[in-house]
């Protein structure tokens, strides 16, 4: 079945500092939907990516979709502790009947030290 | 507008018995998902639901049996419990007819298997 790896689990950073994270599909993707999930909390969506090589921002969040659709990255410039929690990325398979389904990834539990 | 709920909130049960966990929302969207997660797993869907009274199974159903007679509700029950079962479980649900199949989730059940 498809299968969506993220990776790193987890991610350390100094307040200040960047922070990757990187998600690769088995399969071509339709889209690609990114959620941040705070300590304790839900996950809530942040953004969806649609078109081959796509880039969107979000204030000092990046995300891109890979020329082939079958990878994507969240980027996140300078990072505060408002940023702390795990980010997960979410495809929904290319083609076929997938009502809606999405395939989540690991996601990247992101800690920033003051 | 109360979007989308779940109960309970936190439930520990003892192994064998069974326990549902009830999902309600309030924006009558078509498509409702069950997940759980676990860490190092991520979100792992359990069941969909596209609309009342269709459901299928998802990557990890075993164990678990899902009802949807009324839009709105999408309840999941573990028939007899086990202690792989200690999980957080979230409901989800998302629009049909739209492109952006963007998923809303409830605030979560923990649950404890004994």
């Known amino acids: 079945g498809q299968q969506v790896m993220q990776i790193p689990q987890y991610q350390h950073v100094q307040e200040g500092e960047d922070f990757t994270t990187y998600c690769n599909s088995s399969?071509?993707?339709?889209?690609i939907q990114w959620y941040k999930q705070r300590p304790g909390g839900h996950p809530v969506f942040l953004i969806q990516?649609?078109?081959?090589?796509e880039v969107k921002k979000q204030k000092r969040l990046t995300f891109q979709f890979g020329e082939a659709k079958k990878n994507s990255s969240l980027h996140i410039t300078a990072t505060q502790t408002t940023d702390v929690g795990t980010y997960f990325c979410?495809?929904?398979?290319?083609?076929?009947?997938?009502?809606?389904?999405?395939?989540f990834g690991q996601g990247t539990i992101l800690t920033v030290h003051p | 507008d109360a979007g989308i709920t779940q109960s309970p909130r936190y439930k520990i049960t003892e192994t064998g018995r069974q326990v549902t966990l009830m999902c309600h929302q309030t924006?009558?969207?078509?498509?409702m998902f069950w997940y759980r997660q676990d860490l190092g797993h991520g979100l792992r869907l359990i069941y969909y639901?596209?609309?009342?009274?269709?459901?299928d199974k998802g990557e990890v159903p075993d164990g678990y049996v899902v009802s949807r007679s009324k839009t709105e509700n999408f309840p999941l029950t573990l028939e007899s419990a086990t202690r792989s079962q200690t999980s957080v479980y979230f409901c989800?649900?998302?629009?049909?007819?739209?492109?952006?199949?963007?998923?809303?989730f409830g605030p979560g059940t923990r649950l404890t298997v004994t």
């Open positions: 979410a495809g929904q398979l290319a083609g076929g009947t997938s009502y809606g389904k999405l395939t």
């Open positions: 989800a649900s998302s629009e049909s007819g739209t492109s952006n199949y963007e998923q809303y």
């Open positions: 639901s596209a609309a009342a009274d269709i459901t």
């Open positions: 924006w009558s969207h078509s498509y």
């Open positions: 399969t071509t993707l339709s889209n």
């Open positions: 990516l649609v078109k081959s090589g």
